[in-house]
């Protein structure tokens, strides 16, 4: 199983286009520098009134799948 840790910080302005379906994805940069493009209904429990900010671990499988996602402290 293969990990990335994420850092975030959308605005709720940048998120606005993923409730209003000009978006779905969320394309993020790891800090080892990979890019990985995530689905964005994985971090509606993250987001805020603020937006999407924080510091999260996303653990996939050898085929791409997703495992998990959780916000780190």
């Known amino acids: 199983?293969?990990?990335?840790l994420l850092d975030l910080a959308l605005s709720t302005?940048?998120?606005r286009?993923?409730?209003q379906g000009?978006?779905?994805r969320i394309l993020?940069?790891?800090r080892d520098g990979r890019r990985v493009s995530v689905?964005?209904?994985h971090f509606r429990p993250f987001l805020t009134h603020a937006g999407l900010y924080?510091?999260?671990a996303l653990e996939f499988s050898a085929a791409g799948q997703?495992?998990?996602?959780?916000r780190l402290d």
């Open 22 to 24: 000009r978006a779905n």
């Open 28 to 30: 993020v940069q790891s």
């Open 54 to 56: 924080g510091s999260f």
């Open 17 to 19: 286009a993923v409730y």
């Open 39 to 41: 689905p964005a209904h």
């Open 66 to 70: 997703l495992i998990s996602l959780r």
């Open 1 to 4: 199983m293969a990990s990335l």
């Open 13 to 15: 302005e940048r998120m």
